[in-house]
Structures are given as C-alpha cells and as structure tokens.
C-alpha cells in the first residue's frame, strides 16, 4: 500500500511539473514575425550591363529595417520593438565572404530587456550577414507602412523612402532581378528607393541613393 502510494505521488509530482514546464518553453518560442525593409547601394532589378557595372563597383553598403508585429525572444515579448541597421563590406554584398561590420539603432520605445532581446535575435539569425557590429545604441525610430509604400526615420542616423514597383515588374521580370534579400523574406518584392540616406558614423562614410531599383521590401519570421 505504501509502495502504491508512493508511486502516485511520484507521478503526481511528475505530472504537476511537465505542466508547469510546458507552457513557459512554449512562451520561449513564440516565432516573431514583422516587416522588413532593406536598401542597398546598388540597383537589385537592372539590366545585365547595368548590374556588371556595378558588381565591382559599388554594393557594399546597406540599410536593413525591422519592424516586429509580434512573438518572443527567449521569453521577452518584441511586438513593437523596431530597428535598423547599416552594414559595410569591403566588396560588393553578393560576395558572402567578404568581411563585413554594422552598427545597429533600436527604437528607444524598448525597454532594456526588449534590446537585450532583439539584439540578440538580430546576432542569432543574421550574424552572417551583419558581420562585426560595432556599435549598438537606441534612440528615436519610426517604420510606417502605407499602402505599398515604406518609411524609416532613425533621426542622425539614416532614413529610407521607397515605393512598390511599377505593375510588380520584379514579379514579370525576375531574370532581371540580380540578388537576394539579406534577410530571408516572404512575399520579397523589389521597391523603387526615392530616397535612402545614411548620415555616417562608425561603420563608412555618409552616402545617399534615389531614384533606382535598389530596394528589397517583405514578411521576416524567424
């Protein structure tokens, strides 16, 4: 009788913490979801002469924006949290091997567990493609989405305007399309860059682009 009863109580015991545990590893690994943008220093739709231009070039630099609609981080949630930021490499960005640094802005509306969380999000999934970062800071940052078209303000430090493709050509032509996001995308589509700026800082020198197909836009989840 002993021996029964310590055997329910085991498996009581048992029961009671799988219940426990359950939840809270569920809560770690609620996938986060958001929109991305991304502007390059060279045009991702073009023709071949064009792009052989400028695949020697020019290239080697990028604005990357997140804008997190929802899921967790190692248990933080990051629904709201935005960032941005600016890698550099020493050959164009299609070359994966080249070396590359970033330095990275988060939205000052986080919290500090809520950077702690994104930054390490960001260094987990897409350390390949940032490279060394060098800097991390927050500070004020806006990612607004209407209709088609993207605006990122990350004030002193970089902006990005960009509109949809005519008729998605990048969809009709997508020989004509010559990279890949550096963040994987759902829905990726080409957008047209009015304007992206980055205003310099520790990573390369201020540049600015307009008025070229140098734009990836779309659905991050990781």
């Given at each position: 009788m002993r021996r029964f009863w310590f055997v329910a109580m085991s498996l009581g015991v048992l029961s009671s913490l799988t219940g426990m545990v359950v939840p809270n590893s569920r809560a770690e690994?609620?996938?986060?979801k958001g929109e991305y943008v991304e502007v390059r220093t060279a045009s991702v739709f073009a023709g071949a002469c064009h792009y052989n231009g400028e695949l020697t070039t020019t290239g080697r630099d990028a604005l990357m924006a997140w804008n997190v609609?929802?899921?967790k981080w190692q248990g933080v949630d990051l629904a709201g949290v935005r960032a941005v930021a600016i890698v550099s490499a020493t050959e164009n960005l299609?070359?994966?091997?080249a070396p590359r640094q970033s330095e990275i802005i988060i939205g000052e509306n986080a919290s500090d567990a809520q950077t702690?969380?994104?930054l390490e999000a960001l260094k987990s999934r897409y350390l390949t493609s940032l490279g060394k970062i060098i800097s991390v800071r927050r500070g004020p940052l806006s990612f607004e989405h209407?209709?088609?078209?993207?605006?990122v303000r990350a004030n002193s430090f970089a902006s990005i305007d960009i509109e949809p493709m005519p008729d998605d050509l990048c969809?009709?032509?997508p020989q004509l399309?010559?990279?890949s996001p550096l963040v994987p995308l759902e829905n990726r589509?080409?957008?047209?860059?009015?304007?992206a700026l980055y205003e310099g800082g520790d990573v390369c020198d201020p540049w600015q682009r307009s008025g070229e197909n140098s734009a990836f836009y779309g659905s991050f989840a990781f």
């Open positions: 690994t609620e996938a986060v609609k929802s899921g299609a070359y994966n091997n702690r969380a994104m209407k209709g088609k078209a993207y605006t969809c009709k032509m399309v010559w990279y589509k080409v957008g047209y860059t009015t304007k």
